[in-house]
């Protein structure tokens, strides 16, 4: 009795408190956001495009936010741009990355257009390889064998 009063004194999270971290957060694909997602499981990286002013627009919405237009298409990208930040992510926000800490995450300049960013997780790559500006490119990686999901590696490597 004395050690359950304690446990709730002092809550321990562990990887085997949850059964749930043997699962990633899964994306919702919506209706706007399908092509997306559906891109990534052929290994293709697509964005949304407007067709009024040319914008590139991400993440997926339904109206661009620059001119209003609500003509917006997917449009394949390079998969190539730089690294505007970055960060080494020590505490897990979720149970399924308690055993992938630490790990990389960051926000890549798209090449098309520089100042339209995406966040992502970077791979192939230590803390120390990392520098913003840095040229780097897509990488696709099965998380399950339902779940593809876009990377980014410095660019240039070979997986
Ligand atoms: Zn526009």
Redesign the pocket.
């Given at each position: 009795m004395t050690d359950l009063g304690k446990s709730r004194e002092h809550p321990t999270v562990t990887p085997s408190t949850f059964e749930v971290g043997a699962s990633p957060p899964v994306p919702e694909r919506t209706e706007v956001n399908a092509f997306y997602w559906d891109a990534v499981d052929r290994h293709r990286l697509e964005l949304l495009r407007?067709r009024?002013?040319?914008?590139f627009v991400h993440y997926p919405r339904p109206i661009?936010p620059?001119?209003l237009?609500t003509d917006l298409a997917p449009e394949p990208v390079s998969g190539r741009g730089s690294l505007y930040s970055y960060c080494e992510i020590l505490q897990a926000s979720h149970p399924y990355f308690f055993d992938k800490l630490p790990y990389l995450i960051g926000v890549i300049d798209l090449e098309e257009e520089p100042g339209v960013r995406l966040p992502t997780g970077l791979v192939e790559c230590t803390r120390d390889d990392l520098r913003c500006g840095l040229a780097m490119e897509v990488v696709f990686r099965s998380v399950t064998p339902s779940l593809t999901l876009p990377y980014f590696r410095p660019a240039g490597r070979r997986s």
């Amino acid at each position: 009795m004395t050690d359950l009063g304690k446990s709730r004194e002092h809550p321990t999270v562990t990887p085997s408190t949850f059964e749930v971290g043997a699962s990633p957060p899964v994306p919702e694909r919506t209706e706007v956001n399908a092509f997306y997602w559906d891109a990534v499981d052929r290994h293709r990286l697509e964005l949304l495009r407007c067709r009024g002013c040319g914008h590139f627009v991400h993440y997926p919405r339904p109206i661009c936010p620059r001119c209003l237009d609500t003509d917006l298409a997917p449009e394949p990208v390079s998969g190539r741009g730089s690294l505007y930040s970055y960060c080494e992510i020590l505490q897990a926000s979720h149970p399924y990355f308690f055993d992938k800490l630490p790990y990389l995450i960051g926000v890549i300049d798209l090449e098309e257009e520089p100042g339209v960013r995406l966040p992502t997780g970077l791979v192939e790559c230590t803390r120390d390889d990392l520098r913003c500006g840095l040229a780097m490119e897509v990488v696709f990686r099965s998380v399950t064998p339902s779940l593809t999901l876009p990377y980014f590696r410095p660019a240039g490597r070979r997986s």
